[in-house]
T-cell receptor, first 114, second 115 residues
Framework: AQTVTQSQPEMSVQEAETVTLSCTYD???????LFWYKQPPSRQMILVIR??????QNATENRFSVNFQKAAKSFSLKISDSQLGDAAMYFC???????????FGKGTLLTVNP | DAGVTQSPTHLIKTRGQQVTLRCSPK?????VSWYQQALGQGPQFIFQ???????QRGNFPDRFSGHQFPNYSSELNVNALLLGDSALYLC??????????????FGPGTRLTVT
């Protein structure tokens, strides 16, 4: 069974600085997707960034980028120029390409200090 | 364009009762998935509905059942509620058509408390 591990229950960063959230996963599949979701106190889960496993290039969305290491099964999220609105719970998630089920990690609570 | 909507927002039930939660998918989406998120945990997949049938199911007992209607909206039913069923229930919709990456968009959730 696929598992997703987020080893950092909590992280904090100063406003305008950079922070990296870690995620590792376990799978025997070769074709899959990886995601980072953000869940603010309002509870709505918002997709931050997506990475297809067959793509070697790391995904980037504005201030958010990933470091995807397929052989190491590692998928970290870097947030640059952190803003107060980035404060939230961040979840790493995995999905097989032929499947619809998302498997989530336990999350990392990010605090942004002014 | 309305996103995924869920009702009710909050719900309090007594152990042993039954509950029904509702979800309307994002416009243009035809697939609905349900997740249970216990406090301090990541969401756990319950099941997914497409073309009014359950297509995939997670590791949840038969007390959890669902339905999808012709307009793609969906219901999650939980029978014989246990205290451990207290959680945030999230609905996610996606489009299953050709070329889709099946990207899931989440609703705001229903907070269920079982006393």
């Amino acid at each position: 069974a696929q598992t997703v591990t987020q080893s950092q229950p909590e992280m904090s960063v100063q406003e305008a600085e950079t922070v990296t959230l870690s995620c590792t996963y376990d799978t025997s599949e070769s074709d899959y997707y990886l995601f980072w979701y953000k869940q603010p106190p309002s509870r709505q889960m918002i997709l931050v960034i997506r990475q297809e496993a067959y793509k070697q290039q790391n995904a980037t969305e504005n201030r958010f980028s990933v470091n995807f290491q397929k052989a190491a099964k590692s998928f970290s999220l870097k947030i640059s120029d952190s803003q107060l609105g980035d404060a939230a719970m961040y979840f790493c998630a995995y999905r097989r390409s032929s499947n619809y089920k998302l498997t989530f990690g336990k999350g990392t609570l990010l605090t942004v200090n002014p | 364009d309305a996103g995924v909507t869920q009702s009710p927002t909050h719900l309090i039930k007594t152990r042993g009762q039954q509950v029904t939660l509702r979800c309307s998918p994002k416009s243009g989406h035809d697939t609905v998935s349900w997740y249970q998120q216990a406090l301090g945990q990541g969401p756990q997949f319950i099941f997914q509905y497409y073309e009014e049938e359950e297509r995939q199911r997670g590791n949840f007992p038969d007390r959890f059942s669902g339905h999808q209607f012709p307009n793609y909206s969906s219901e999650l039913n939980v029978n014989a509620l246990l205290l451990g069923d207290s959680a945030l229930y999230l609905c996610a919709s996606s489009y299953r058509g050709t070329g889709s990456s099946y990207e899931q968009y989440f609703g705001p959730g229903t907070r269920l408390t079982v006393t």
